[in-house]
């Protein structure tokens, strides 16, 4: 079974410092890779995905991701942290068809 | 808009009772899900659809039940067997192909008193 570990249920940063959240996998096959975002009481949203075409992936808000196969790790990194930002962030790995496993999250806070 | 409605956002109720929480989709998505989220959990699957008129038990599905008799519904039912069934529901839906994401509800709020 493909499963998900994210180091560090929680990040604590500066505003305008670095965001990096650690996710690795595990998986038999090629995997497919999400990160989503969610804010209290909602539900997720896409941040980026992995799917084999590129292994640096740029998504939505300034974050991005980068595939290491030899390190079996997609993190989350984003330069400069902004207040909004605080949230909650889930690593995800696509297995047996469309289904989902997610990571227990991280939960990013963003200092003044 | 397309997207997944979730209702009610908040739902109590008492502890035997069944309760039935509902997720409509109009993204045209074969594969629809439901997961089950608790504090420092990550998100759990409970009963996952790929297609209409069939749906497969996730990790947790024990204490719940589904339906899947049209496209853009998935209700969930959490039976009086469920022992520990106050959580936020979360419900999706994808194309339902591995490299695709899904596109989540914004949860209900289950509170059993």
């Known amino acids: 079974a493909q499963s998900v570990t994210q180091l560090g249920s929680h990040v604590s940063v500066s505003e305008g410092a670095l965001v990096l959240l650690r996710c690795n996998y595990s998986s038999s096959v090629p995997p497919y890779l999400f990160w989503y975002v969610q804010y209290p009481n909602q539900g997720l949203q896409l941040l980026l995905k992995y799917t084999s075409a590129a292994t640096l992936v740029k998504g939505i808000n300034g974050f991005e991701a980068e595939f290491k196969k030899s390190e079996t790790s997609f993190h989350l990194t984003k330069p400069s942290a902004h207040m909004s930002d605080a949230a909650e962030y889930f690593c995800a790995v696509s297995d047996r068809g469309s289904r989902l496993t997610f990571g227990e999250g991280t939960q990013l806070t963003v200092n003044p | 808009d397309g997207g997944i409605t979730q209702s009610p956002k908040y739902l109590f109720r008492k502890e035997g009772q069944n309760v039935t929480l509902s997720c409509e989709q109009n993204?045209?998505?074969?594969?629809m899900y439901w997961y089950r989220q608790d504090p420092g959990q990550g998100l759990r699957l409970i009963y996952y659809s790929q297609i209409v008129n069939d749906f497969q038990k996730g990790d947790i599905a024990e204490g719940y039940s589904v339906s899947r008799e049209k496209k853009e519904s998935f209700p969930l039912t959490v039976t009086s067997a469920q022992k520990n069934p106050t959580a936020f529901y979360l419900c999706?839906?994808?194309?339902?192909?591995?490299?695709?994401?899904?596109?989540f509800g914004q949860g209900t709020r289950l509170t059993v008193v």
């Open positions: 999706a839906s994808s194309i339902g192909q591995s490299n695709t994401e899904a596109f």
């Open positions: 993204l045209n998505h074969d594969a």
